[in-house]
């Protein structure tokens, strides 16, 4: 046995540690959001459609999908480890926001195609495509990191934190992407998401020399325990367990609901709210704002009163609620939006605090992360991929309205641009049948947890 105190004893040095790994998600989620209060400005100066604007979010999840990426980064990071996938994951992100910036601000693909797809939406795809396996690989990194540094401490409060402060960059991008976009270009937010990451970079470096000094305190490896490894033929017993299928059910459809509306919400605020193009991301950016505070609080609550599956529950009927508001056509006045954001902040706390934590609930420890790459993979290929291109297939399909030409300044200079009139009724009550499937799948994992003595509902302590 080591005599050396082990490094992550000291409040200090693994509070440290933490935060230097979220400064990954901060820009991370910076750059996955950014998009979004760009929409009205890409179809105006751009001329991309609602479809090509679905086809490029939903890029997100193409590698993670069609390419296995998920899966390998979970060989990756059990063979390799934290510290090499960590910068890998950074790398991609980088590489991937930098393409996206360089498709939106060049004027060499300006009306050339490739397959059949506008060159510049294609390569913005494949940039975002080339940064969602970024952030997928470092959002399981950064979950393998928080269990080795706080194991016997503060790990759920350390989890909902970092989740927490993922939400800020979301908040961030949201709230200041159109501003920053009028200010330079519509490039813009990726330049500066592109100068996050290396910053996220650098301070992942500093991470990994701690984790380093974390390996010599403790003379071992950071790999070292067999139990952690990845093994195919645990995706057998994984997908054989029903609890398992529900709660991946639950999780694609409640982020079907809320992922995909965030790519949308800024745009819903301008055509439903009546919100000047500038600030549309403004009350959008409430959601995540709301969250920091809650999804730690929540987290907190289910260590220490159980009740994990009625949170879920009561997470999935708020995002149902909230967006059966945002529905309702004749409701257009701006309060409530603000109001059903709120109610939705409630909800994407609420599910996220319990969700997560209940994995290692229903899923034996030695498989934990296979399971999360699996429910990873299921989310990305329903909620972060499929979801998004439908919502603009149906916008441009059933819900265009008209389209006019109006003069907006734009980095101080006074362009015509199209101006694109949606009817948001019909996405919005997909929307709330993602909620509704979801509040499904919550009620099934209840009784599923009644049957199986999951111990959702404990506390912490208290499970088998
Ligand atoms: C997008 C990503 N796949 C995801 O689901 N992120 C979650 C947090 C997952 C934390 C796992 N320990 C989110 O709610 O952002």
């Known amino acids: 046995m080591s005599q050396t105190t082990s490094l992550r004893e000291q409040k200090t040095v693994r509070w440290t540690a933490m935060a230097l790994v979220s400064m990954g998600m901060l820009c991370g989620y910076y750059v996955a959001d950014v998009a979004s209060p760009?929409?009205?400005?890409?179809?105006?100066?751009?001329?991309?459609?609602?479809?090509e604007y679905g086809f490029y979010t939903g890029a997100y999840g193409w590698f993670n999908v069609f390419?296995?990426?998920?899966?390998?980064?979970?060989?990756?990071?059990?063979?390799?480890?934290?510290?090499?996938?960590?910068?890998l994951a950074i790398a991609f992100?980088?590489?991937?926001?930098?393409?996206?910036?360089?498709?939106?601000?060049?004027?060499?693909?300006?009306?050339?195609?490739?397959?059949?797809?506008?060159?510049?939406?294609?390569?913005?795809?494949?940039?975002?495509?080339?940064f969602g396996v970024g952030i997928e690989w470092f959002g399981i990194t950064a979950t393998k990191i928080i269990v080795r540094w706080f194991k016997g401490h503060?790990?759920?409060l350390a989890m909902g934190l970092q989740v927490a402060v993922g939400r800020l960059g979301t908040a961030v991008a949201l709230g200041s992407g159109a501003a920053i976009a009028v200010a330079l270009s519509v490039a813009g937010p990726f330049m500066v998401g592109t100068l996050a990451l290396a910053f996220g970079l650098v301070a992942f470096l500093f991470?990994?020399?701690?984790?380093?000094?974390?390996?010599?305190?403790?003379?071992?490896?950071?790999?070292?325990?067999?139990?952690?490894?990845?093994?195919?033929?645990?995706?057998?017993?994984?997908?054989?367990?029903?609890?398992?299928?529900?709660?991946?059910?639950?999780?694609a459809l409640f982020y079907s609901a809320v992922f995909p509306f965030l790519k949308y919400a800024p745009d819903l605020m301008v055509q439903k709210f009546g919100i000047e193009e500038r600030l549309s991301g403004i009350i959008p950016s409430l959601l995540?704002?709301?969250?920091?505070?809650?999804?730690?609080?929540?987290g907190n609550l289910y260590d220490r009163k159980g009740k994990g599956a009625t949170i879920m529950l009561l997470g999935a009927l708020f995002i149902t609620g909230s967006h059966l508001l945002l529905a309702v056509p004749f409701l257009k006045f701006w309060p409530v939006a603000v109001v059903a954001v709120l109610l939705l902040g409630v909800g994407f706390s609420l599910?996220?605090?319990?969700?997560?934590?209940?994995?290692?609930?229903?899923?034996?420890?030695?498989?934990?992360?296979?399971?999360?790459?699996?429910i990873f993979f299921i989310q990305n290929l329903v909620a972060l991929m499929g979801v998004p291109y439908l919502i603009g297939w149906v916008l441009d399909r059933f819900c265009l309205r008209g389209k006019e030409t109006v003069t907006q300044e734009i980095a101080g200079k006074l362009?015509?641009?199209?101006?694109?009139?949606?009817?948001?009724?019909?996405?919005?009550?997909?929307?709330?049948?993602?909620?509704?499937?979801?509040?499904?799948?919550?009620?099934?994992m209840k009784a599923e947890d009644r049957r199986r003595g999951y111990g959702l509902e404990l506390p912490a302590g208290n499970v088998k």
Request: hydrophobic content about 50%; proline content about 4%; charged content about 15%.
């Open 288 to 298: 995540p704002f709301g969250t920091i505070l809650l999804t730690p609080f929540f």
């Open 67 to 87: 390419l296995g990426m998920l899966v390998v980064g979970g060989i990756v990071l059990d063979r390799l480890g934290a510290r090499l996938t960590g910068f």
């Open 415 to 444: 362009e015509e641009i199209v101006r694109v009139h949606y009817d948001y009724t019909l996405p919005m009550l997909l929307f709330v049948l993602f909620g509704l499937l979801a509040v499904g799948f919550a009620l099934a």
């Open 207 to 251: 991470f990994a020399s701690l984790d380093r000094r974390l390996d010599a305190s403790e003379r071992g490896s950071e790999s070292a325990n067999p139990e952690d490894q990845f093994r195919l033929s645990d995706i057998g017993g994984i997908l054989s367990d029903r609890g398992f299928w529900l709660l991946t059910g639950l999780c």
């Open 93 to 130: 992100m980088f590489l991937g926001t930098a393409a996206q910036w360089w498709a939106l601000a060049t004027t060499s693909l300006a009306g050339s195609q490739w397959l059949g797809v506008k060159a510049q939406v294609l390569m913005a795809a494949l940039g975002y495509a080339l």
């Open 38 to 51: 760009l929409k009205p400005l890409l179809e105006g100066q751009l001329g991309w459609t609602s479809t």
């Open 351 to 374: 599910v996220p605090s319990a969700m997560w934590p209940s994995v290692p609930k229903i899923v034996e420890e030695r498989r934990l992360g296979t399971a999360y790459a699996l």
């Open 154 to 156: 503060e790990m759920a």
